[in-house]
């Protein structure tokens, strides 16, 4: 009787110490845990990575692609190219005309209002170049960063640039066309000086 109340009063003990065992097992696993866990943080961000991306973050660094610098110099090089294309037109005759179209079928108002303004000015054709930019989309828009100036038609006497429509019309309204078309020698002068000495009576 004596070993079955001892047995019993011991009891309590031993459940108690069992499950002090399995608590500090546990914590154990618990600390394992969070040791590995601890390991994955990303000292930089402060957050927790998975395992994978964490051995990720270890692997070489890939160069980036130079793609985006040969299209930088491509850029670079078209640019060059149809700014010598464009002084080599610029150049080719007296008076170059950038319009849509041609002379004979003008493809905008502005343009054909240029067209007239010359012929009215009385301008050689044979000393006149005309570019149709509509089958030209590298002319079409290089001739606009070319001259600085966002609009077709544009013309150019001598290879230096004179302006669109609204400044041609100004430029003939003022007689400034004329005296430039003049000294170009597209035309001739409608009001020579006459140097002949005045006869005496």
């Not at 546990?26 to 969070?34: G, K, M, P, V």
């Not at 491509?74 to 190219?81: A, C, D, F, M």
């Not at 294309?85 to 150049?91: A, E, G, Q, S």
């Amino acid at each position: 009787m004596s070993f079955l109340r001892t047995a019993l009063a011991s009891a309590p003990r031993v459940a108690a110490l069992s499950a002090t065992s399995a608590s500090s097992s546990s914590s154990s696993r618990l600390a394992s845990t969070s040791v590995r866990a601890i390991s994955t943080i990303s000292p930089r961000a402060g957050v927790q990575q998975s395992p994978r991306l964490a051995s990720s973050s270890t692997r070489p660094t890939i160069p980036f692609s130079s793609s985006s610098s040969s299209l930088q110099i491509s850029i670079r090089s078209l640019s060059t190219e149809t700014r010598s294309k464009l002084d080599d037109i610029t150049k080719s005759a007296p008076l170059v005309l950038f319009m849509k179209g041609n002379p004979d079928m003008p493809m905008c108002g502005f343009s054909r209002a240029v067209v007239q303004i010359l012929d009215v000015q009385g301008v050689n054709l044979k000393k006149m170049k005309t570019v149709n930019v509509l089958e030209d989309e590298e002319v079409r828009h290089g001739v606009k960063e070319y001259s600085d100036w966002p609009t077709i038609p544009q013309v150019y006497v001598g290879g230096e640039f004179v302006g669109g429509c609204d400044i041609m019309l100004n430029m003939h309204q003022s007689g400034e066309l004329e005296e430039l078309l003049v000294k170009n020698g597209l035309i001739t002068d409608s009001n020579p000086q006459s140097t002949e000495t005045p006869a005496q009576s």
